[in-house]
């Protein structure tokens, strides 16, 4: 199998291009969906967090309470390693479950937003980073997802900037044009992808 390491910087598109692999039948493991995934109700996973912090963090509907869980643990390291130590494995081993259950040739794609800050690309033998102009960005963030333009410039200054990121990618996708223009480039690194995944299965058997 390849594994495909996908990120890019926040409104860079990076979700869209995760989407548009999958249609075409990459195996995408989301680790921040699967996160979330592995606290719902009725799973392990919430009931080990309403253990470790209490039914307030519940929701009338039963859910988990995102918010109030990201404030408790926002200025505590020792709380914020305590959820930690009951979601990260949870989500290792729906991850290596979805890996499990991949066929040999698969391109496996993982969608990681902080590949390039937490140094992960090493682990991946492909990486495809989702470009756009820092102007692009702001205007998606503001229109999109009800940011203040000052909001928008923060977050992205606390993540990597382009040309680090650039600097990581074995592909780059430029997602400054039209959905039409990003398709055909999904197409082409479909292609590449696939011919890639295809060879490495030929070498191992």
Do not use: C
């Amino acid at each position: 199998m390849l594994k495909v390491g996908l990120t890019g910087g926040i409104g860079a598109g990076k979700s869209a291009v995760s989407a548009l692999l999958a249609e075409r039948g990459a195996v995408v493991i989301d680790a921040d969906k699967i996160a979330r995934e592995v606290v719902e109700p009725g799973t392990p996973g919430l009931a080990a967090v309403v253990a470790e912090f209490g039914e307030d963090v519940l929701l009338p509907s039963g859910g988990l309470d995102r918010e109030k869980v990201g404030r408790i643990v926002f200025n505590d390291p020792d709380r914020l390693a305590a959820l930690n130590a009951i979601v990260h494995p949870l989500v290792g081993e729906r991850m290596q479950e979805l890996m499990d259950a991949a066929p040999d040739d698969a391109v496996v794609v993982y969608d990681v937003p902080l590949l390039v800050e937490n140094g992960l690309a090493s682990m991946y033998d492909e990486v495809v980073v989702v470009d756009a102009p820092e102007e692009v960005q702001v205007e998606r963030l503001v229109e999109h997802r009800g940011m203040t333009e000052e909001d928008a410039r923060a977050r992205m200054a606390n993540q990597a900037s382009r040309e680090e990121r650039r600097a990581v990618a074995t592909h780059v996708i430029d997602n400054s044009g039209t959905l039409d223009d990003l398709k055909a480039q999904v197409d082409a690194l479909w292609e590449t992808l696939t011919e890639r995944a295809a060879a490495k299965k030929d070498a191992a058997e």
